[in-house]
């Protein structure tokens, strides 16, 4: 228990930092969009990028990974889908729905990258790298088109579908595909240079995640962010489990798996919610309580994992 606690322990002490830092007086507080951007159209680009085009993918059954990440991320949009008519009955609007689909469906990628990077090193990256490819943009379309099911004003549905295709993330793993399916090799000081912004990208993305923290919504949540918290942090991580097992995937395969199924959701939906008729304060309370409690969900899942894989 303790050797888990201290591996992910640095993960949150950063994220921790990143509170203090945008709470001081040290920072402006027009720094931080700025830093957002940064991150979104340098840094983590390049650390998707690199951990794609320097995989080695013979060492991990891709297929099986693929599948089960459709399977478990799949699974949770069609169960919030068919809760709408119970949530209906219970007087919960279409805004806060959407808030609570979008927080439940959505994951943060770069704490997954982070945790299984300081856990299981190049081959953590690889394997979330690999989950990261499949699911990006359905859960991208999946929210969008919800979004707008739920949404009784028009929106262009064309330029939201234009700004997924125009994603910096999304472009850097399609053409991290390309050069590994045709074998092209870096330059190798250019290889190392983007390596030099990968690294930074994961220790930044942590501080942007507890810049990003509100600490009266994580002390004052609702019914419906109690529900979004559970949903996200601990039956996802549990069908990732079943699932997992059924693929007969390593105590590696399997931790790395439930990781990546374990982590809160990402805060690029607040911006959809805001342009889109979503809550969206509702969606950054349900965003800061994941964070803090999966401090404490991710290892209890860890560990149920470890003791039910002995068992099986």
């Not at 081959?123 to 969008?144: Q, S, Y």
């Given at each position: ?34 830093f ?13 990028f ?5 995989a080695?993918?013979a ?44 927080t ?18 190049n ?24 979004m ?5 004003t ?15 993330i ?20 250019i ?6 912004i ?12 507890g ?19 559970c949903?996200?942090l601990?039956v ?28 809160p ?28 409690a999966?401090?404490?969900t ?15």
């Open positions: 228990m303790l050797i888990i606690f201290e591996s992910i322990l640095p993960v949150f002490l950063i994220v921790a930092f990143g509170v203090v830092l945008k709470n001081s007086r040290l920072i402006s507080p027009d720094f931080w969009p700025h957002n951007n940064f991150g979104f159209y340098v840094l983590f680009p390049g650390l998707i690199h951990s794609i085009v320097t080695d993918f060492t991990l059954p891709v297929d099986q990974i693929m599948l089960a990440s459709i399977l478990a991320f799949g699974s949770i949009p069609v169960f919030i889908l068919l809760l709408w008519p119970y949530f209906k009955r219970k007087h919960v609007s279409k805004p806060q729905f959407t808030s609570v689909f979008q439940t469906t959505r994951w943060h990628g770069f704490m997954a990258l982070a945790i299984a990077e300081k856990m299981f090193g081959e953590g990256l690889t394997f979330v790298a690999v989950i990261m490819l499949v699911i990006i943009l359905p859960i991208n379309f999946v929210n969008v088109a919800v707008v099911a739920f949404d009784d028009r929106h262009s549905l064309a330029s939201f579908v234009k700004k997924m295709f125009t994603n910096p999304i472009i850097a793993a399609i053409f991290a595909i390309l050069f590994q399916a045709l074998g092209i090799k870096l330059y190798p000081p290889e190392q240079s983007i390596d030099f990968a690294r930074a990208s994961l220790g930044m993305g942590l501080l942007m995640i810049a990003g923290l509100s600490i009266y919504m994580i002390t004052h949540p609702n019914l419906l962010t109690i529900f979004a918290v949903v996200k601990l996802l991580p549990v069908m990732a489990l079943i699932i997992g097992t059924f693929f007969d995937f390593t105590l590696t395969e399997l931790t790395l798996f439930t990781i990546a199924c374990s982590v959701t990402a805060n690029n939906g607040y911006v959809l919610a805001q342009k889109m008729g979503g809550d969206a304060p509702l969606y950054a309370s349900i965003a800061s309580l994941q964070v803090v999966s401090f404490f991710i290892p209890l899942v860890l560990i149920t994992m470890e003791k039910l894989h002995a068992w099986i």
